[in-house]
């Protein structure tokens, strides 16, 4: 029941305000704060971005997916490399995260992170994954349909 409760949270939070809403520098901004938080906690990040997604949920769940491979990094991985590249490809979105192992890997956690985004990228018609890599390190690899494509896009960085 624990288990399908927090699944549950994490599919219904699409509704939550996102940290960028209102921010002039939009959703490039906050990743741009969300990576300088996380290389305060000394990871080494390579940010990569293309233009930006449109649509509000699709949006949110770029920002959590980087969010939580961020996060889990730092835990299991901490002092690793990284790698964040999120890019457009036709009317998908794609995104790429990458880091390069080692450290000495803190705590557990519930388990529930990585399911509740792959939960998320496949209700909103994604593709998910996520594992560890051959060389050492962990990769998560989610694409996304995004329905705002078809409008104008942010100017990319």
Do not use: C, K
Request: overall charge negative; cysteine-free; glycine content about 18%.
């Amino acid at each position: 029941v624990a288990e399908l409760d927090a699944l549950r949270r994490t599919l219904a939070s699409d509704g939550e305000i996102e940290p960028w809403v209102g921010a002039a520098d939009g959703l490039a901004g906050a990743l741009d704060r969300l990576v300088e938080r996380m290389r305060g906690a000394g990871l080494a990040i390579e940010l990569d971005l293309g233009p930006i997604p449109l649509e509000h949920r699709v949006a949110g769940a770029v920002y959590r997916t980087v969010q939580e491979a961020l996060t889990n990094a730092a835990r299991h991985a901490p002092g690793a490399s990284v790698s964040v590249l999120v890019a457009r490809r036709g009317t998908d979105v794609e995104m790429e995260i990458v880091d390069s192992g080692g450290g000495q890997g803190g705590s557990e956690g519930s388990g529930f992170g990585l399911d509740g985004l792959a939960e998320r990228i496949r209700a909103l018609g994604g593709d998910f994954g996520a594992g560890p890599r051959p060389g050492g390190g962990f990769a998560i690899r989610a694409r996304l349909p995004d329905a705002g494509a078809s409008r104008s896009t942010e100017v990319a960085r």
